[in-house]
């Protein structure tokens, strides 16, 4: 993994967060702000970005570039391939180990913000920081629960299919 802190002062790279879903609601201001407690990594083919059953990691990546393929017990999950993705949050969520590995697939860049160091920041950023996040936080798994529910829908219907058919 490289790691760049190019982004504090670059207007151009403030912009392009901006462009993504989970960080659009974020003035240039705060982005500028998150980004001191964020920094930009790149990783190589099959690097892992992050370790399931972990407990040290307080950090949530964005994707920026490339795809992450998330991996639980040994069997991929899904491949995260769209700007913007977001993954680690659960287990920043709940304080408790990361539930899935993380690997890179190619050359993949992620912004990650290590939530830990949000506390330090000013009480308005702060709460402010707290809130869009969190807030995003909530859409996603939102999204990931009806998008579950869907499948297990599915499934059970095959399964019940199977089941006349034997």
């Not at 982004?7 to 967060?17: E, F, G, I, K, T």
């Not at 059953?53 to 391939?81: C, F, P, Q």
């Amino acid at each position: 993994m490289t790691t760049e802190n190019y982004l504090r002062d670059n207007d151009a790279s403030v912009q392009h967060l901006r462009s993504i879903p989970a960080l659009e609601s974020f003035t240039e201001k705060d982005l500028s702000e998150l980004l001191t407690v964020s920094r930009i990594e790149t990783y190589i083919d099959g690097e892992q970005i992050i370790e399931e059953k972990n407990t040290s990691d307080s950090r949530v990546y964005y994707l920026i570039s490339g795809k992450a393929k998330v991996m639980k017990g040994g069997k991929e999950l899904i491949v995260l391939r769209r700007t913007g993705d977001v993954f680690g949050e659960i287990g920043v969520i709940t304080g408790i180990t990361r539930s899935a590995s993380v690997f890179a697939v190619g050359r993949t860049m992620c912004l990650a913000v290590d939530l830990a160091h949000i506390d330090h920041l000013p009480e308005t950023s702060r709460l402010m920081f707290k809130y869009l996040i969190f807030r995003s936080f909530a859409e996603i798994l939102a999204n990931r629960l009806q998008t579950t529910t869907e499948e297990l829908v599915k499934t059970k219907d095959q399964l019940e299919k199977i089941e006349k058919e034997s």
